[in-house]
DNA sequence: GTCTATATAATGATAGAC
DNA sequence: GTCTATCATTATATAGAC
């Protein structure tokens, strides 16, 4: 029923390799690492399960090297991001279909007990932190508790993107349905605590 | 290292099924259902894997049972947190180690796929749209991705709970934990889309 | 690099005794 | 109501051929 990643042409000018990780990536995002069998993947990237292993090692291997690699390009993306906004302060993000996938897996990856997921968190964490202190006019009780409790809502709400999908009566993937998502997040934060500016800027909106 | 449910001494007076139950629930919010082996829930419970069997048929049964018990109980305290409310406006709802239990298998349950926990979710993007709608002053471009938003988040960040509680050096089940949340979200909402009567009212905040 | 075939461990389901 | 013992299934890990 679910379209298999190896029916997709570009799938095929991968190396086998990266076929296994971007098979995983799909499926550990979608189902969790636990309920995703080694070889589910192996079929969805149309190898054999031994080859997972002659790549990987194990299925934990596998796990750290998908948890690596989607880390490294949220921030790869996100430093782009501020580039370009560097370039041209109007510049808005967006997040195309690969965008939100990597961005699921992450909160997945926070689910399933990832340590580079939690140590993610915590760093997102400090910066809110940082940023409610710097602020001149923003006296907080607890800046540290707000930090935490925004982080555990910009990230959580990554994990409900299937209910948000169905509630809107959008495909999980489309874009129509994530920019509806970032228009709600504008009007949602509009005369909020945080001005949009600084959601611009730093690129912490979902 | 974890302390076991049947050293609670209150959990002696508690039926077989009972234990049970409140075995699986505590397992299935901490670990997900998947994760979680029948055998396990019946040594935290302190009886054999046979008769869990016989009082819930299977697996699918007992976690049925508990989405079915979780969702009731905590129905039951949003009412009862209502007629405080009616009595008293000054109210404030609080909550404790069982309800922050509870509410945390039910983010859960969200990502684990349960139907009653998804119907849950599309019952609360209505009751949010339905008051953004008829707030007079309020001029949404699409209430209903708002609502979907920050249904997302509320429960969303139930599901991070862990994270919040590292980041915060508490512990996840403190009262302490539950107070420094519980202002900060006031702390969020302040100036913001919210007013917070609506969130006291409503008993929507986490 | 890639595959097939197999070993081993874990788990949910089942049967039957007490 | 409750337990022990066993079966069938599944999934990961492994070995070895091409």
Redesign the pocket.
Known sequence: MEPRLSDDPAFEDL???ARIREAAIRLFAEHGVEE?????IAKEA??????I???FG???GLRVACDTYVYSELVRFKLEALEKRKADPEFLVTFDARQVLLRRYFGRAMIDGSPAAASRFDEIVDEYEQWFIDQPGLDLADARACAAVMTGMTIGVLTMQHHIARALAEDPLSPKLQERISLAYGDIYSPALLPRPLLRREGLQT
Chains 1, 2 share one sequence.
Not at 36 to 40: G, P, S, V
Not at 46 to 51: D, E, I, N
């Open positions: 190396t086998a390799r995703t069998a080694i070889l589910d149309g190898v054999s399960g031994g080859l292993r002659h790549h194990s299925k934990e």
